[in-house]
C-alpha cells in the first residue's frame, strides 16, 4: 500500500509537470526517447549530442548535465561520447502506478551561456508482475432459494502492469452449480460475478469450495487464484438497504489517527439471524485498509493511519453490507482530504561554485530549482535573498533560478559573503526554507603597493660602522597571495653626481636601509633618494616614497687655534703697559672648530701662568684680560699657558702658549727682561740688544694697527657715542686681527672704541668698554677647571 501511495504520488507530480510544462514551454522544442523497464544499468538510451544539434567538444566545455525535477538520477551523460545511458534500473509501476504513458522529464543544462534543453523519456511497460487477490480467500452466503441467473459480486485482482500486460479475464474451477461472468467498471477495470446455473440445496450441498483464477494479457500470460467458499443458507427474502447510495465526506491530512469519519446505517426488514447486517469494505485497495477502518456491527468508519494530501487526494470506498441469511447491498463512500500547509519548500542545489574573481560582473554562482508539495497558496512559493549583497536571483525554467553577480566585486572591501537563500510559501502559517552558501572572491592585482609614509628622514651619527643599520621604509599592499607580496629596491637618485649605491643598500624583502660605508658630515650632510616598492603581480605594480638622510655631526675635530699663531717660530708676545686697570684686553685668543652644533662650542681656560691672579680668560670669548692693576713688583715677562675646549662628548682640546710684556710705555723702547739686561751687561752682546729692540718695535707697531682699526670703526657708527674727541689715524688694518666670528670662535661680533689721548710725556693707549657686551653661552653640563682665585659672573679665567 506505502509504495501505490508514493507511485500516485509520483503519477501527479509527473502529470503536473507536463501540465506547467505545456505552458511555460510552449513552442519549445523537446528531444522524445523511449525505454523498456527493468533494463541493466548503463543500457544505451540515445546519443545526446547528436540529437541536440551539438558537438561533443561543447558538452565538456559547457560542462553539460542532467537536471531532474525529482533530483533523482535516473540517467548518466557520457561528455567524451555524448551517449545518454541509465543510471539506474527503472520500474515504472514504481515511477508512474498506473499512469500512461509514463513519461519522465528532464532537462540539459548547458553554462556559459546559460541555456537549457527539455528531454522526455517514455518508460514502456513489459509483463513482469502477476495478477493477485488481496484475500487469500472469499466467504460467500448464498441462499438456497436463490434463482438461477442471480449474480454475486466477487473481489477483483489486482495487476500493476497496464494495457495487454495488466489484467484481462477470470475462470472458475470446473463445478455444476456456478460460472463466472467478467463485467466492465467502466474505468478501465474488470471485476468478476459469480452466476448461478444451478439451484442449490442446502441438505445436499451445504458448502462449496472453488478456485477463482485471475489471467493477465502477456505473453506468456500470469495468473493469480484465491479461494471461494460459498455457505448454502435456509431462505432470506429481505436485503438490506442504505439510506443513500453516495456518501460525501471531507477530512483535514492532520486529523489524528482513531478520528472518527462517518457512520453508515443499513437496514433490514427480516427478523432473527437474518436481519442483524454486517460490514465490510468491498473492493478496497490495500491503501484503503490500511488507512481507515469499519466497525463490521455499528458501520463507524475511523482513521488507521495519517493521511497526506501530497500522495492521495481523496478516497472511494465501497461499502457492503451483508445480513445473517446472505443478501447484501453496497453503497460508496467518497473521503476526501483537505490540503494543510505542512510541507516546508524544498531547495535542490544543480551547480554551485564557491570561488568568484573580483572585478567580474555578471558571473553565475549557482543553479537551483524549488518546490513544495502543498498546494493551492500552500504550494506558491516566494524565492529570495539579503537586500545588502551585491547578487541578484534570476528565475529560468518552471521553478528554476540562477544566482548570478549584479556588479564587479572588490576583494579589498570583502573577501567572503554568505549569501542565505529563502524560500516562504504563501501558506497559514507560513513555512519557509533557508540553504547557506559561502561564496569567495579570489584577488586580482588591482592595487599598488602603499608606503606608510610619502617621505623619511633617516638620521644616523657620521664615522658610522660599515653595514649599519640605519632605519627602514614599509609599504603594505591590500591585495592577497603573491599579489601582496612587495619587494624593495633603490631608485636612480635624482642628483646624478650622488654615489648611492656605494652610500646605501636595502634590504629586498623587508624594507631595511643599511649604510655601506663611513659617512663624514664635514664632506656630506644630508643627501635624498627614491624608494620603490614593487609586488609580485602579473602585471606587477609599484611605487615609491622619498628617503632623505641626515648625518649627524660627531665630535672628531679638535679645536683649531688661529691666533696667536703656533707655527713654531718666535713666540707671539703681547705688550702691557704697567698703567693698565683690572679687565685690561691683553689679546684675544681665536680658535675655530670643523664640527658643528655643541660640538663647535667652545670653552676657554687659563691652565698656567707665570704670576698666578694677574691675568684671566673669558670662558666663552677667548678675551685674556688683566685681572688686577700692576705693580712694580710683577715681572716683566710672563708666560700663560691657554686650554681651548670643544662642548662634544668626550670633548677635544687644543693648547696655546701667550707671551705676555709688561712696559712703562709703548713709547719707551723695549726694556729687556731683568734676566736677559744682566746678561746683556755680562755679555756686552750688541746683537741681542739689537733684536730686542727690533721685537719691541714690530709688537709696538702691530699693536698700535690694531687699535686704530678699531677706532675707525667705532667712529664711523656712531661718533656721538665717544667720550671726547679722538685722534685716529689714517690708514688701513688688517681686519682679521680685530673682529673675529664664525662657527666654533664667537657668538658674536666685539667691537671696542679706541682713544688716543695726547699732552702726555708718553703716548698711551686707553681701552674703553665694548659697545657690544659678551653675552655668556650656557654650558651644557661640562666642568671646566677654572682657577678659584678669581671669577666673574661673566666667566672670566684668573690663573
Avoid at 509527473?14 to 513552442?27: K, P
Avoid at 579570489?442 to 643599520?469: C, G, K, M
Avoid at 694677574?614 to 700692576?630: D, M, P, S
Avoid at 662628548?649 to 713709547?667: I, K, N, Q, R, Y
Wanted: hydrophobic residues 40%; glycine residues 6%; contains cysteine.
Amino acid at each position: 500500500m506505502e509504495i501505490r501511495g508514493a507511485l500516485t504520488l509520483r503519477k501527479r507530480q509527473v502529470l503536473i509537470f507536463f501540465v506547467w510544462l505545456g505552458l511555460s514551454e510552449a513552442g519549445r522544442e523537446s528531444v522524445h526517447y523511449s525505454v523498456a523497464e527493468e533494463k541493466e544499468i548503463g543500457s544505451f538510451v540515445a546519443n545526446l549530442a547528436r540529437d541536440l544539434g551539438l558537438g561533443v567538444e561543447e558538452l565538456s566545455s559547457r560542462e553539460a548535465r542532467i537536471v531532474s525535477d525529482d533530483n533523482e538520477q535516473h540517467l548518466h551523460l557520457d561528455l567524451l561520447t555524448g551517449d545518454l545511458h541509465l543510471n539506474k534500473r527503472l520500474d515504472r509501476e514504481e515511477l508512474c502506478g498506473s499512469t500512461e504513458p509514463c513519461v519522465l522529464h528532464f532537462q540539459v543544462l548547458l553554462q556559459n551561456p546559460l541555456k537549457f534543453f527539455l528531454v522526455e523519456l517514455h518508460i514502456k511497460d513489459i509483463n513482469d508482475h502477476s495478477p493477485t487477490f488481496l484475500d487469500n480467500k472469499m466467504l460467500l452466503k448464498i441462499s438456497e432459494s436463490t434463482t438461477l441467473g442471480t449474480t454475486f459480486l466477487m473481489e477483483s485482482a489486482q495487476d500493476l502492469d497496464i494495457g495487454s500486460n495488466s489484467l484481462q479475464n477470470y475462470t472458475i474451477s470446473p463445478n455444476s452449480h456456478f460460472s463466472i461472468k467478467v463485467q466492465d467498471s467502466g474505468d478501465g477495470k474488470i471485476y468478476p460475478e459469480l452466476v448461478l446455473d444451478r439451484m442449490l440445496d442446502h441438505e445436499k450441498e451445504p458448502e462449496l469450495r472453488l478456485t477463482l483464477v485471475a489471467l493477465d494479457g502477456g505473453s506468456p500470460p500470469r495468473s493469480g487464484t484465491t479461494l471461494v467458499l460459498i455457505d448454502v443458507l435456509d431462505i432470506n427474502d429481505n436485503a438490506p438497504e442504505f439510506p443513500q447510495k453516495l456518501y460525501e465526506v471531507q477530512v483535514l491530512e492532520d486529523t489524528p489517527i482513531g478520528s472518527w469519519i462517518i457512520t453508515t446505517s443499513a437496514k433490514d426488514l427480516d427478523a432473527g439471524n437474518y436481519g442483524k447486517v454486517s460490514y465490510i469494505f468491498f473492493h478496497a485497495s490495500e491503501d484503503i485498509r490500511k488507512t481507515f477502518e469499519i466497525n463490521s456491527t455499528s458501520g463507524e468508519v475511523r482513521l488507521r493511519s495519517r493521511l497526506d494530501f501530497e500522495v492521495i487526494q481523496s478516497y472511494t470506498i465501497n461499502i457492503q453490507a451483508t445480513d445473517g441469511g446472505g443478501l447484501s447491498e453496497k453503497c460508496s463512500l467518497l473521503i476526501k482530504v483537505l490540503d494543510v500547509n505542512d510541507n516546508s519548500p524544498e531547495v535542490t542545489m544543480s551547480s554551485i561554485t564557491n570561488r568568484v574573481p573580483e572585478n567580474s560582473p555578471q558571473i553565475l554562482v549557482a543553479v537551483f530549482s524549488i518546490r513544495d508539495q502543498d498546494s493551492g497558496d500552500n504550494g506558491r512559493m516566494v524565492c529570495s535573498i539579503q537586500d545588502d549583497l551585491p547578487f541578484i536571483l534570476k528565475p529560468t525554467l518552471k521553478n528554476f533560478f540562477t544566482l548570478v553577480t549584479e556588479k564587479a566585486l572588490d576583494r579589498e572591501m570583502r573577501d567572503e559573503y554568505s549569501i542565505t537563500i529563502t524560500v516562504t510559501d504563501l501558506g497559514t502559517p507560513r513555512l519557509k526554507t533557508q540553504h547557506n552558501i559561502t561564496v569567495f572572491v579570489s584577488d586580482v592585482n588591482d592595487n599598488a603597493p602603499a608606503f606608510t609614509q610619502t617621505s623619511y628622514t633617516l638620521f644616523i651619527r657620521e664615522n658610522n660602522s660599515p653595514a649599519l643599520h640605519m632605519g627602514s621604509v614599509s609599504a603594505t599592499d591590500t591585495d592577497a597571495g603573491a599579489n601582496a607580496q612587495v619587494t624593495y629596491s633603490l631608485l636612480q637618485p635624482q642628483d646624478p653626481s650622488l654615489p648611492l649605491h656605494s652610500l646605501v643598500s636595502i634590504n629586498a624583502d623587508n624594507g631595511h636601509l643599511f649604510a655601506l660605508r663611513a659617512l663624514d658630515f664635514e664632506a656630506l650632510q644630508a643627501f635624498e633618494f627614491l624608494v620603490g616598492a614593487t609586488d609580485r603581480g602579473a602585471p606587477a605594480l609599484s611605487s615609491q616614497a622619498l628617503v632623505r638622510v641626515q648625518v649627524l655631526d660627531a665630535n672628531d675635530n679638535a679645536p683649531f687655534v688661529l691666533y696667536p699663531l703656533q707655527n713654531g717660530s718666535a713666540p707671539c708676545t703681547e705688550l702691557v703697559p704697567r698703567a693698565a686697570e683690572p679687565g685690561y684686553l691683553v689679546s684675544k685668543v681665536v680658535a675655530v672648530d670643523g664640527d658643528s652644533g655643541q660640538n663647535a662650542w667652545l670653552s676657554y681656560q687659563l691652565l698656567k701662568a707665570t704670576e698666578p691672579g694677574l691675568f684671566g680668560v673669558w670662558a666663552h670669548n677667548g678675551e685674556v684680560r688683566t685681572a688686577r692693576l700692576l705693580s712694580e713688583r710683577d715681572a716683566a715677562k710672563h708666560r700663560l699657558l691657554l686650554l681651548v675646549k670643544d662642548n662634544g662628548e668626550p670633548p677635544l682640546s687644543a693648547s696655546v702658549t701667550l707671551h705676555v710684556l709688561l712696559v712703562d710705555g709703548f713709547s719707551q723702547a723695549y726694556l729687556p727682561l731683568p734676566e736677559a739686561a744682566a746678561g746683556a751687561a755680562a755679555q756686552s752682546d750688541p746683537l741681542t740688544v739689537y733684536l730686542v729692540i727690533a721685537l719691541a718695535s714690530v709688537s709696538s707697531l702691530f699693536l698700535f694697527s690694531v687699535l686704530a682699526f678699531i677706532a675707525v670703526r667705532l667712529c664711523r657708527r656712531g661718533r656721538a657715542g665717544l667720550v671726547g674727541g679722538c685722534s685716529v689715524p689714517e690708514g688701513h688694518f688688517p681686519g682679521h686681527l680685530v673682529d673675529v666670528s664664525g662657527t666654533g670662535t664667537l657668538s658674536q661680533s666685539y667691537q671696542y672704541e679706541v682713544c688716543l689721548k695726547g699732552g702726555m710725556g708718553t703716548d698711551e693707549f686707553k681701552f674703553l668698554q665694548p659697545i657690544i657686551p659678551s653675552l655668556p653661552v650656557h654650558d651644557t653640563g661640562r666642568n671646566v677647571e677654572e682657577n678659584e682665585n678669581f671669577r666673574n659672573s661673566s666667566g672670566f679665567n684668573i690663573q
